[in-house]
């Protein structure tokens, strides 16, 4: 158990409207990630974290916004939902030993 | 261009035989890691086997292999006797070291049946 959380696990939201993804961290890993799975595209990136305050996008960033305020948390925020981002979001992590991410149970966002 | 490649959309193997899913990888990097994961209808992404760059022996996990040609830039992973709980989508993924910080690609996955 990798100790990561996401919330909400299901959302569905307006056109419009903006959303806060969270998710959250039991062990101060340093990188966090997000991704959003759609079928046909596998998961893609879309911002991701390697430490407070320091973020970097990803291949499908546009529309998205993130925040890192502490260690724990890594927030994904769609400013104006827009039915293109109506997806599977899930979140990452990177342990300090070693390679391999581990992932969250993942959010379904469907923006009507 | 760094990719991942996954040509195997669907497949289908009899239980308890064995299936080898494809997954073919670009980079010039010569540091990289090449992952599996599984996802069952759950949803969930469980993370199955690693292999690194420079391991020069192939990874094993269980039932799970990982078929490493560097020369052939493939990672394929064998699942050796297949069971009916296998039934699930699998991702190639790749780790990359660029700019200072770590980053991941995947496949778009293969998705295997496996028939009893």
């Known amino acids: 158990d990798a100790g990561i959380t996401q919330s909400p696990r299901h959302k569905v939201t307006e056109t419009g409207t903006p959303v806060t993804l969270r998710c959250h961290q039991t062990?101060?890993?340093?990188?966090m990630y997000w991704y959003r799975q759609d079928p046909g595209h596998g998961l893609r990136l879309i911002h991701y974290?390697?430490?407070?305050?320091?973020?970097d996008k990803g291949e499908v960033s546009d529309g998205y916004s993130v925040s890192r305020s502490k260690t724990e948390d890594f927030l994904l925020t769609l400013e104006s939902a827009t039915s293109s981002q109506t997806s599977v979001y899930f979140c990452?992590?990177?342990?300090?030993?070693?390679?391999?991410?581990?992932f969250g149970p993942g959010t379904r966002l469907t923006v009507l | 261009a760094q990719k991942i490649t996954q040509t195997q959309p669907g497949m289908f193997v009899q239980e308890k035989e064995a299936v080898t899913l494809d997954c073919t990888y670009d980079?010039?990097?010569?540091?990289?890691?090449l992952f599996w994961y599984k996802q069952p209808s759950s949803g969930e992404m469980i993370f199955l086997i690693y292999?690194?760059?420079?391991?020069?022996q192939n990874a094993t996990e269980g039932r799970y292999s990982l078929n490493f040609q560097k020369a052939r830039k493939s990672a394929n992973l064998v699942i050796s006797a297949s069971q009916l709980g296998d039934s699930a989508m699998y991702f190639c993924?790749?780790?990359?070291?660029?700019?200072?910080?770590?980053?991941?690609?995947f496949g778009t996955g293969t998705r295997l049946k496996v028939l009893a």
């Open positions: 292999q690194g760059s420079y391991d020069q």
């Open positions: 062990e101060n890993h340093r990188y």
């Open positions: 990452a992590i990177r342990p300090g030993l070693g390679d391999t991410q581990y």
């Open positions: 980079t010039s990097d010569p540091s990289y890691g």
């Open positions: 993924a790749m780790r990359l070291y660029t700019s200072g910080t770590y980053k991941y690609i």
């Open positions: 974290s390697y430490g407070v305050k320091d973020t």
